[in-house]
């Protein structure tokens, strides 16, 4: 199937508009340790050129120490977003009271943006797999993670924003497309989205879906974000690796889903392999020369529309 012939053009029209909760940061990259110094210091000087960071919320999770003193100095110079990997929001073991006082503890002490993790499960029994394990898309599984999240939600006081995850199998029972499990859990939990425009593309090539008719069918009102990232071939299979630059495949689906959809904040995923901050900013500056593209096509449409609108009205 060919993947990037999918990213076609997309003719500009408003742009919808953005959750309260998900204001424009820019463009950002994940926080990582190797980079604590050369963040803090190009953004004391002014040679930052990235706009926000996301920080793992469970980094953070802790009593004290190095990590929670640098998060403080970088918020203090940047907007933050937090995003978590062990909130377990799939999984049929109860919630875990605990983490979630934990998270909402880190939350009024770095006033994120918003708060974020994935649609997934990530442990049973007690016991974590550390891996994003992906759910049937049924209804029973909607109105079961719709309603933790609607829990979650109540004692953070916030919507929170989940992310589509990558997979490499699907379930026999499954009932509905991956994009419409996504958007009815976004419906009937009343959550955000996050995302993620490179797991939509390794989940289209693994399964053979259009990764077009994905991005096209997620409600701009409810994304908070969008992640880039790399992946790696294994076979016949991509793999989210988060080790790797943004292919041209992703950064075509991407300029298509903000010509659409308008500006929204994204990130730069890096997480293997971590390069010098320069490449990470590299990647940054791509993503927000397509942003500005898009929003410029969008001023022009306006132009030209207002323009015809006062045109009419004048030879009336």
């Avoid at 995003?83 to 934990?102: C, E, F, K, R």
């Avoid at 797991?199 to 399964?207: D, E, G």
């Avoid at 016949?236 to 659409?260: F, G, K, M, N």
């Avoid at 898009?294 to 009336?316: K, P, Q, V």
């Amino acid at each position: 199937m060919a993947l990037v012939a999918a990213a076609r053009e997309v003719a500009p029209g408003p742009f919808p508009a953005r959750p309260a909760e998900a204001p424009f940061l820019g463009v950002g990259v994940g926080l990582r340790p190797v980079h604590y110094g050369e963040v803090l210091a190009r953004a004391a000087d002014g040679r930052l050129r990235i706009d926000w960071v996301e920080a793992v919320s469970e980094n953070y999770m802790i009593p004290g120490g190095r990590p929670l003193r640098i998060l403080s100095e970088v918020r203090e110079a940047m907007p933050l977003a937090l995003h978590g990997v062990s909130m377990n929001i799939g999984s049929v073991d109860p919630l875990d009271t605990a983490y979630l006082d934990g998270l909402a503890d880190t939350a009024r002490r770095f006033e994120p943006a918003w708060l974020s993790d994935h649609l997934c499960w990530t442990g049973v029994g007690g016991h974590n797999l550390h891996d994003l394990m992906p759910l049937p898309y049924t209804e029973e599984a909607i109105e079961h993670v719709a309603a933790r999240i609607r829990r979650v939600q109540d004692r953070l006081g916030r919507r929170i924003a989940l992310e589509n995850v990558s997979s490499y199998m699907s379930f026999a029972d499954d009932a509905m497309t991956e994009w419409e499990f996504l958007s009815a859990i976004a419906e009937h939990a009343d959550c955000g989205i996050l995302l993620d425009v490179n797991n939509v593309f390794v989940s289209a090539h693994n399964h053979g879906f259009d990764p077009m008719a994905y991005l096209d069918a997620i409600d701009a009102t409810r994304i908070f974000q969008i992640h880039l990232a790399g992946h790696r071939s294994n076979g016949t299979l991509l793999i989210d690796t988060h080790d790797q630059p943004v292919c041209d495949e992703v950064w075509a689906l991407y300029s298509a889903l903000v010509s659409r959809t308008g500006p929204i904040s994204t990130l730069i995923e890096w997480d293997g392999q971590i390069p010098e901050f320069d490449r990470l900013e590299t990647e940054a500056d791509t993503a927000r020369e397509l942003l500005t593209t898009a929003t410029r096509r969008e001023d022009a449409r306006a132009g030209r529309a207002a323009s015809a609108h006062l045109a009419a009205g004048h030879g009336a």
